[in-house]
């Protein structure tokens, strides 16, 4: 059970609204999610290869979580994210979601939030699915409209942008990203000048394949010959990785020129690893491989930053987490009591950011299991790590600390005594599913479709 926190700002108000001046004190919330990044590529992870300075002054002027993990995959990272629970509890499908879920923004809605999601959303073709997830305001690409942006002119990301404007269509004709900013801006703008406290979960594409130009490169115009990279060419990618960075950036600033930066909580973090195409040098001289799509700690090993204006400066936090805890930390941010029948994973993080002391967690499990969307993934996997160790439901052990890439495999029949009982609750969690494996790893919910694409046939309501 989370427990509501009666301290700070976030406890003042329960669920079902606030007044006019808890409206006014209660902090914002601003949930900026990166694609297929892991820490590798930061400054302030140790990043040597790319060019980050808005994202390194945020860990300057915040909280730095140094053992933050994803699953290795976009829509699974999502629901975990959104929903709290890991997904041996309710992933069904690649790009799908159940209707009934609980998400944070449901629960920020409840408690007086207006709430607005920008960018990809990828958790299932109807844009009815939108309202129900607890966002009283979408602009959203990979929805329905999603199938429509495949022709010969349309992307769904950069390029001749295609975008679902709260039930119309939007088509930006120069770049994506950039149509989200502008939409975010404007949501912020209406709701400071409404006077009401606000959660924006802006899911930025980049990085993303396909790897391209940006507006800011000399060769800007190659984009529209490049739209539909594999991304097997690698050269875009650090332009990609400054233009994130430069919109973290943008965001802060407006924020600030708003008046409403030092009541923020801002939260930057990544869904998974980096493309395994990209290999990135470090400050301790590697040159690191990323690992999405893999189940090892180059695929969930992701930044994590969170602000409150400049309050927080400076702290490094290194406990694990993951992204079920943003669920429980958004709740007692919002001032709300989640119901011990949810018996959430996450825990929240909340105290940490108040400088009390931090809820910490024995353990995150790596069920992976993409499901596409029935078909399991060759490379399904069961594992539970603690601050150093990853058990694998086959019996390997990893000392991820030393070998990330889990190249070195040590069996459980060959291990100490000692590391066997340190291991234990690794084991038992893991085994709480007895009969997982990768040919047959099974979901927690039957996928209500025949195909990946039934869940939202391509029809064009415009």
């Known amino acids: 059970m989370i427990k509501k926190l009666t301290a700070g700002l976030g406890a003042l108000a329960a669920i079902g609204g606030c007044t006019s001046a808890e409206q006014q004190t209660k902090p914002n919330i601003v949930f900026f999610f990166a694609d297929d990044i892991g820490a590798e590529c930061f400054g302030c992870y140790g990043g040597v290869e790319y060019e980050t300075p808005c994202i390194d002054s945020l860990a300057r002027n915040g909280i730095q979580y140094m053992n933050m993990n994803a699953q290795p995959l976009s829509s699974p990272s999502r629901v975990q994210a959104l929903t709290g629970l890991y997904n041996d509890r309710n992933y069904v499908a690649f790009g799908y979601m159940n209707e009934d879920e609980h998400t944070f923004a449901q629960v920020a809605k409840d408690a007086g939030y207006e709430t607005a999601i920008v960018g990809k959303w990828q958790l299932g073709r109807s844009r009815a699915m939108l309202p129900k997830a607890g966002f009283d305001e979408f602009f959203c690409s990979q929805?329905?409209?999603?199938?429509?942006?495949?022709?010969?002119?349309?992307?769904?990301?950069?390029?001749?942008?295609?975008?679902?404007?709260?039930?119309?269509?939007?088509?930006?004709?120069?770049?994506?990203?950039?149509?989200?900013?502008?939409?975010?801006?404007?949501?912020?703008?209406?709701?400071?000048?409404?006077?009401?406290?606000?959660?924006?979960?802006?899911?930025?594409?980049?990085v993303h394949t396909p790897h391209t130009t940006t507006p800011d490169t000399a060769i800007w115009d190659d984009l529209y010959d490049s739209r539909f990279s594999s991304g097997a060419d690698t050269a875009y990618f650090k332009y990609q990785v400054r233009y994130m960075d430069k919109q973290v950036g943008n965001m802060v600033r407006h924020l600030k020129e708003k008046g409403v930066w030092d009541n923020t909580i801002f939260i930057f973090a990544s869904d998974n690893g980096t493309s395994t195409?990209?290999?990135?040098?470090?400050?301790?001289?590697?040159?690191?491989?990323?690992?999405?799509?893999?189940?090892?700690?180059?695929?969930?090993?992701?930044?994590?930053?969170?602000?409150?204006?400049?309050?927080?400066?400076?702290?490094?936090?290194?406990?694990?987490?993951?992204?079920?805890?943003?669920?429980?930390?958004?709740?007692?941010?919002?001032?709300?009591?989640?119901?011990?029948?949810?018996?959430?994973?996450?825990?929240?993080?909340?105290?940490?950011?108040?400088?009390?002391?931090?809820?910490?967690?024995?353990?995150?499990?790596?069920?992976?299991?993409?499901?596409?969307?029935?078909?399991?993934?060759?490379?399904?996997?069961?594992?539970?790590?603690?601050?150093?160790?990853?058990?694998?439901?086959?019996?390997?052990?990893?000392?991820?600390?030393?070998?990330?890439?889990?190249?070195?495999?040590?069996?459980?029949?060959?291990?100490?005594?000692?590391?066997?009982?340190?291991?234990?609750?690794?084991?038992?969690?893991?085994?709480?599913?007895?009969?997982?494996?990768?040919?047959?790893?099974g979901a927690p919910r039957k996928f209500p479709y025949k195909t990946f694409y039934d869940f939202a046939p391509p029809q064009n309501p415009f």
Request: charged share 30%; net charge negative; no cysteine.
């Open 277 to 441: 195409r990209i290999l990135s040098k470090t400050s301790d001289g590697l040159e690191v491989r990323g690992g999405k799509g893999e189940p090892n700690y180059r695929g969930t090993h992701v930044p994590m930053i969170i602000t409150w204006g400049d309050r927080l400066a400076g702290r490094k936090a290194t406990h694990l987490t993951d992204l079920t805890d943003l669920m429980p930390t958004i709740a007692d941010i919002v001032g709300a009591h989640l119901p011990e029948e949810w018996n959430l994973d996450g825990v929240s993080l909340y105290p940490e950011i108040l400088g009390q002391t931090p809820n910490k967690k024995d353990l995150v499990l790596v069920h992976f299991n993409p499901l596409w969307p029935t078909t399991p993934s060759p490379k399904a996997s069961r594992y539970a790590m603690d601050d150093d160790y990853a058990y694998f439901w086959d019996g390997r052990i990893y000392n991820y600390r030393e070998d990330p890439d889990f190249t070195r495999p040590l069996l459980w029949d060959n291990a100490s005594a000692e590391l066997q009982a340190r291991l234990q609750p690794l084991k038992a969690r893991v085994d709480e599913m007895a009969d997982f494996y990768p040919d047959k790893p």
């Open 143 to 206: 929805i329905e409209m999603y199938l429509e942006s495949r022709g010969p002119r349309q992307t769904d990301r950069y390029a001749n942008s295609m975008w679902d404007n709260n039930g119309k269509r939007y088509d930006f004709a120069i770049y994506g990203p950039d149509a989200m900013q502008d939409y975010a801006f404007d949501y912020i703008d209406r709701k400071v000048e409404e006077g009401k406290p606000f959660l924006l979960y802006f899911t930025e594409p980049l």
